[in-house]
């Protein structure tokens, strides 16, 4: 699975200037840890909610920073919300956990390598 489209975030950083290509992913890093928070806590009730606005938010940023895997399960997630087709529980919670810190590691790995 491809969790990180290097073409994609190298050519971000070719617009933005590579100087401030750590600024915006660790903003992408942080709202990653701050999206699992959420989905580790609270009801399964209260989890599938938060997945449902963290699956809307995701379909754009993932797909700006290249988590393409992110991007997609969001995407799908999102759709079977707008289609009243979805299908939520702990399991697909767990997968939307998997996504965001297989994301997350990547992420990081990358901005580690950048700072040194």
């Known amino acids: ?11 971000l950083g ?18 990653l840890v701050n999206y ?11 989890k599938i909610d ?11 940023s993932a797909a ?4 393409e895997a992110l991007c997609e399960f969001a995407l799908l997630v999102d759709g079977e919300v707008k289609t009243d087709s979805v299908h939520l ?5 767990d997968t939307m956990l998997i996504h965001l810190k297989e994301t997350y590691t990547q992420y990081t790995h990358f901005l580690n390598e950048l700072e040194n």
Request: charged share 20%; hydrophobic share 35%.
């Open 1 to 11: 699975m491809n969790y990180m489209d290097h073409d994609k975030v190298n050519k």
């Open 14 to 31: 070719s617009e933005i200037g590579m100087d401030n290509l750590p600024i915006l992913l660790g903003i992408f890093t942080g709202e």
């Open 36 to 46: 699992q928070a959420q989905l580790t806590t609270g009801s399964l009730s209260d």
């Open 50 to 60: 938060c997945m449902k606005e963290i699956s809307h938010a995701l379909k754009s």
């Open 64 to 67: 700006s920073f290249g988590a």
């Open 89 to 93: 529980d702990q399991p697909r919670v």
